[in-house]
T-cell receptor
């Protein structure tokens, strides 16, 4: 079964609003990564957070990790129409393990 | 740098036909991966390689074979295509920093339809 599960499956917001996506996983991890996929394109890496980190920022992105709850959240602040995409969380159990992806959250940002 | 490239971009096969998907990366990455993406399923790992001449099975390896004869290339083969293999296939590569694998770099994908 998949390691990561995103919630919600789909999210629609107005431009300028914040978007929050959640990811839950089942086993202990070394790190958790978030990726973005625009329609018809490959995935692009957004941010990586290690198991000993609790929060990380990159531009308008904020990722949190709660290893006790086995969950992570991705916050996109002041969303733009260009943020419309699918967002995936991916986990690695060990530092050299394969990456396991969740089913993704489809985000629509309405201008 | 071209990054990760995939050939072909689209392909239609009849059931039972064979084909090879080519992935090439020019970033000198040790690790390479093949995924398939189906609606609502996210990406599922088919096979991966941790270095030239090595391959390993992922989550859904049945019906596929791979080879990594050169560090920059990772080939995915379908010996006898089935309609269940209709999907979008993505190749990715990665490398370690201080002993930990970091982000994966993805190719643009190959859309395969098996009729």
């Amino acid at each position: 079964s998949q390691q990561g599960e995103e919630d919600p499956q789909a999210l629609s917001i107005q431009e300028g609003e914040n978007a929050t996506m959640n990811c839950s996983y089942k086993t202990s991890i070394n790190n958790l990564q978030w990726y973005r996929q625009n329609s018809g394109r490959g995935l692009v890496h957004l941010i990586l957070i290690r198991s000993n980190e609790r929060e990380k920022h990159s531009g308008r992105l904020r990722v949190t990790l709660d290893t006790s709850k086995k969950s992570s959240s991705l916050l996109i602040t002041a969303s733009r129409a260009a943020d419309t995409a699918s967002y995936f969380c991916a986990t690695m159990k060990t530092s050299y393990d394969k990456v396991i992806f969740g089913p993704g959250t489809s985000l629509s940002v309405i201008p | 740098n071209a990054g990760v490239t995939q050939t072909p971009k689209f392909r239609v096969l009849k059931t039972g036909q064979s084909m090879t998907l080519l992935c090439a990366q020019d970033m000198n990455h040790e690790y390479m991966y093949w995924y398939r993406q189906d609606p609502g399923m996210g990406l599922r790992l088919i096979h991966y390689s941790v270095g030239e001449g090595t391959t390993a099975k992922g989550e859904v390896p049945d019906g596929y074979n791979v080879s990594r004869l050169k560090k920059q290339n990772f080939l995915l083969g379908l010996e006898s295509a089935a309609p269940s293999q209709t999907s979008v296939y993505f190749c990715a590569s990665s490398y370690p920093i201080a002993g930990v694998l970091v982000e994966q770099y993805f190719g643009p994908g190959t859309r395969l339809t098996v009729t």
